[in-house]
């Protein structure tokens, strides 16, 4: 019994520890599972977390990306809103009262929109204002209702506006004011001084509108006429200024009896609000609303705000009213300027709206100034007037008027079409602007030759007038050849021949007339063969002095006077016009007469002349014109009469050897020094085996002598082999030997106690010997006989004496003395040497005519001048070392 139960005992202790330790297990594992469920609540709690601040932060980084993008095309947006408002609304357009003053507009320009107050605009956190504009001239009739003392503020501030960027007299007004009687606008009254504003009585709306109506049609017939769809179109393609001024007119109506108006007032209102704005007729209407249309602008003003067609739903912030005082001031400036007349066309004003578009085929035509009116005045030049002359005092503006004119003529004619030739014989630079210089690399593409400081050049004013002849005389072949009479029938039959029209420019042209010399003979016989026979073969020459004696000299050639049919005379000018014709004398500065029939009175055309000298505006327009030039257009030729050539690098011996078989045939040429002529090409003396082949350079300058010395040894030795001899017998003379000597290496020397050595080295080998001699002259009476023998024999065998005599009369001392043949000399050089005593050296009787200067010398070769020339010697010796 005890037994068996505790047998149960154990069995009972057994289940209950089994029991026990499943409890136990499975509380472990209750817990183990808690624990787990902790951790990963946890884990989920941090994630969560940092999902959330990564989202916050990723909002508040897309908010400020958001923010800074909007901001940004906030700002632009703003800064193209206001670009484009100072386009529309410039100047006195869009300024605000407290800066506001007139402002002149563009002769080509069109009427922009007109501010009436400024729009609030959020830039993000910024807030900033906006002008509000309107449409008006030429674009749209205006329609202000609401509260009567801010819509009158509006429509004095819209027409003070209106007529500050308007020319005085481009708009007048007209004032329907029954109720106040044009006290609403009475401090525009000065306008009506000028005639630009009137008031229409209480009574007299129906025949206002009657003859707005009327005015319309005629307008629309001719705007139909010239096939143009408005008076705008018709504006903006004829130059000048408006055929017709704007009318503006204000009818400020009563609210309360708008109503009063009849079927026709009614039905002619409608009629100038639906073609008015394309005929230059606009309204400004208060207190009656017109009927809707396209070219109707509404403004709806409640207190200082308002809303407009053209803002939509934004709302305009009103500017205050322009003080009374503000308008008639204006007004009674403009009303001055009025009475005093347009003011003078700008230089810009004479630029055509588009470049190189005109043809030179049947001739040239270009402003150069403006009439009285303010219309361009255009000056031809063609087959009939062929050339021009043009006449005033000093300081009368003769210079300016050459400016506008050439400016005017380049803008609209290219280098295919135009050739200028510009010459001035005046002291100064005044055509220098038109070609390169240190300053400004460009030129002016139409100028192929220059010419300044050549008061003292006479000879280059020849060169020029000799080259237009050969070209009237190639055009003249051309045109026979052809079977053509004039330019345009040329240019027809071959079109590839490209022959521009050109205009040559001669300013002081009496200085090449002046003196009874061959020279003046050959000028005035060129003169007259190019303006008679130039003006179908598109040569024209313009004539320019500012002295009466220039111009007289034309008068005593009937032949030659009478083709310049063109007459400019500036204010005082003598001569220019017919005897009978006064306007000359009366018209003011910057003024000139315009005459195309040889300056009979009733052919004047009075011009207002632009300023042209400002280099500024020149510079612009040359530069514009420079960049838009042919690849073929090459810089022109600038003589400069104060300017003295180098030698150039072509004709040094480390130089570009030049192919003599093109240049000097078979013999070497020795350079001496530049030709006075258009092309700058070098006066050369051909040294063959013909006897006489020396040269004598004759004068006191020693700087001159030299450097012809040793342009004439350089260019030599730049030809081939050579030796030379250097032979200085004069002190002042040996700095320049030197440096010859040390540019010919090989070259011998040899001075005043070397004479014996020298004669003793000569010898016939072949090779070209030369022999320079600074001063041969001082050598001494001991060497004559054998300088003789040289001279006269050493050519033969390739041997030349290229010398320096101080004086003509120490050379023939040299040669023989009185009664010597000089055929030793076959060329020589004339410095500082007057005429007569060149007689025993010149095919002339008594010497040629000649006067020395500075830079300037006279050279003859016997075997190829018929008449000496006149040259520059090269500037050598002060360029190197």
Same mark, same amino acid.
């Given at each position: 019994m005890g037994s068996h139960r505790n047998a149960l005992v154990a069995v009972v202790r057994q289940e209950l520890a089994e029991a026990r330790g499943t409890a136990r297990a499975v509380l472990a594992a209750a817990e183990s599972a808690r624990n787990e469920a902790q951790r990963r609540k946890k884990l989920i709690r941090d994630a969560y977390a940092t999902c959330l601040a990564q989202l916050a932060e990723a909002r508040d980084a897309a908010r400020q990306d958001i923010l800074r993008r909007t901001q940004a095309e906030a700002a632009a947006l703003t800064r193209n809103v206001e670009s484009l408002a100072a386009l529309t609304a410039s100047g006195a357009a869009g300024t605000s009262w407290r800066y506001w003053t007139p402002t002149e507009p563009d002769r080509v320009g069109r009427p922009g929109l007109l501010r009436i107050g400024t729009v609030a605009y959020e830039a993000g956190e910024e807030r900033t204002k906006l002008p509000a504009l309107v449409p008006f001239l030429d674009h749209a009739h205006v329609n202000v209702l609401g509260d009567q003392p801010a819509v009158d503020g509006v429509i004095s501030g819209l027409l003070l506006r209106a007529l500050g960027t308007t020319r005085p007299g481009d708009v007048r007004l007209s004032v329907y004011d029954p109720e106040q009687l044009g006290g609403t606008l009475a401090a525009f009254a000065p306008l009506g001084n000028a005639g630009l504003l009137s008031f229409v009585s209480p009574g007299g709306l129906g025949a206002t509108l009657d003859e707005l109506v009327e005015h319309i049609c005629r307008v629309n017939e001719s705007v139909l006429a010239g096939e143009y769809v408005s008076l705008a179109d018709l504006t903006a393609a004829t130059p000048g200024p408006r055929p017709e001024p704007w009318r503006v007119v204000v009818l400020l109506f009563d609210p309360a009896r708008a109503g009063d108006l009849s079927e026709a007032q009614r039905a002619q209102l409608d009629r100038v609000v639906r073609t008015g704005v394309a005929c230059g007729v606009h309204l400004v209407v208060r207190g009656l609303e017109l009927a809707p249309h396209p070219t109707v602008e509404r403004v709806?003003?409640?207190?200082?705000?308002?809303?407009?067609?053209?803002?939509?739903?934004?709302?305009?912030?009103?500017?205050?009213?322009?003080? #009374?005082?503000?308008?008639?001031?204006?007004?009674?400036?403009?009303?001055?300027?009025?009475?005093?007349?347009?003011?003078?066309?700008?230089?810009?004003?004479?630029?055509?709206?588009?470049?190189?578009?005109?043809?030179?085929?049947?001739?040239?035509?270009?402003?150069?100034?403006?009439?009285?009116?303010?219309?361009?005045?255009?000056?031809?030049?063609?087959?009939?007037?062929?050339?021009?002359?043009?006449?005033?005092?000093?300081?009368?503006?003769?210079?300016?008027?050459?400016?506008?004119?050439?400016?005017?003529?380049?803008?609209?004619?290219?280098?295919?079409?135009?050739?200028?030739?510009?010459?001035?014989?005046?002291?100064?630079?005044?055509?220098?602007?038109?070609?390169?210089?240190?300053?400004?690399?460009?030129?002016?593409?139409?100028?192929?030759? #220059?010419?300044?400081?050549?008061?003292?050049?006479?000879?280059?004013?020849?060169?020029?007038?000799?080259?237009?002849?050969?070209?009237?005389?190639?055009?003249?072949?051309?045109?026979?050849?052809?079977? #053509?009479?004039?330019?345009a029938e040329l240019r027809a039959e071959d079109p590839g021949g490209h022959w521009p029209r050109i205009v040559a420019v001669i300013d002081e042209f009496q200085v090449l007339l002046s003196g009874r010399d061959p020279l003046a003979d050959e000028a005035v016989t060129l003169l007259e063969d190019l303006a008679r026979r130039g003006r179908s073969q598109g040569i024209h020459l313009v004539l320019a002095s500012q002295d009466v004696s220039g111009i007289e000299a034309l008068w005593g050639r009937s032949g030659l006077i009478g083709q310049f049919t063109l007459r400019i005379a500036l204010p005082k000018a003598r001569r220019i016009l017919a005897d009978t014709n006064l306007a000359a004398a009366v018209i003011p500065r910057f003024h000139a007469v315009v005459n195309a029939d040889s300056g009979v009175a009733g052919a004047n055309q009075v011009v207002r002349l632009p300023d042209a000298s400002d280099r500024s505006v020149w510079r612009a327009l040359q530069r514009k014109l420079w960049q838009e030039r042919p690849e073929s257009c090459v810089p022109p030729r600038l003589f400069d009469g104060d300017a003295v050539p180098r030698l150039p690098d072509a004709y040094r011996p480390a130089g570009r050897v030049p192919d003599s078989t093109a240049d000097v045939g078979s013999s070497p040429g020795a350079v001496l020094g530049e030709r006075i002529d258009v092309a700058a090409r070098p006066a050369r003396l051909r040294l063959g085996r013909m006897p006489g082949r020396n040269l004598a350079v004759l004068g006191t300058r020693v700087d001159e002598a030299c450097d012809v010395l040793a342009a004439a040894a350089l260019s030599l030795a730049a030809q081939g082999p050579a030796r030379f001899s250097i032979v200085c017998l004069d002190p002042g003379a040996e700095r320049p030997a030197a440096r010859l000597v040390a540019e010919l290496p090989q070259a011998d020397w040899y001075g005043p106690g070397d004479l014996d050595d020298l004669f003793a080295t000569f010898s016939g080998d072949g090779i070209p010997h030369y022999v320079l001699g600074y001063a041969w002259d001082a050598a001494g009476p001991a060497y004559r006989d054998r300088l003789r023998a040289l001279l006269a024999d050493g050519p033969e065998q390739r041997m030349h004496v290229l010398g320096w005599w101080r004086s003509v009369a120490r050379l023939r001392d040299d040669l023989g003395g009185i009664g010597a043949r000089l055929d030793t000399i076959g060329a020589w050089v004339a410095l500082d040497v007057q005429g007569p005593e060149l007689s025993p050296l010149s095919p002339q009787p008594g010497g040629p005519l000649w006067y020395p200067r500075r830079r300037r010398a006279l050279f003859f070769d016997r075997s190829v001048h018929r008449h000496p020339e006149v040259i520059i010697p090269y500037e050598v010796n002060s360029d190197h070392t």
């Open positions: 709806a003003v409640r207190g200082e705000s308002a809303t407009c067609d053209t803002t939509g739903a934004l709302v305009v912030g009103l500017d205050a009213a322009p003080p #009374a005082e503000r308008i008639a001031g204006f007004c009674r400036a403009t009303a001055e300027r009025l009475r005093e007349g347009p003011p003078p066309a700008r230089f810009a004003d004479l630029e055509p709206e588009k470049l190189w578009t005109e043809s030179s085929t049947h001739g040239l035509a270009a402003p150069i100034g403006d009439s009285t009116d303010g219309s361009l005045v255009e000056v031809p030049l063609g087959d009939d007037p062929p050339h021009a002359l043009i006449g005033g005092p000093s300081g009368s503006g003769k210079t300016n008027l050459i400016y506008a004119w050439i400016g005017s003529l380049a803008a609209r004619y290219g280098p295919e079409e135009l050739a200028l030739y510009l010459l001035d014989f005046k002291e100064g630079v005044s055509f220098a602007r038109f070609t390169p210089g240190p300053r400004d690399q460009s030129w002016l593409p139409q100028v192929r030759l #220059a010419g300044i400081n050549v008061n003292g050049d006479r000879e280059f004013g020849l060169a020029m007038l000799r080259h237009l002849s050969e070209e009237l005389r190639s055009r003249a072949q051309a045109a026979k050849r052809y079977e #053509a009479t004039k330019l």
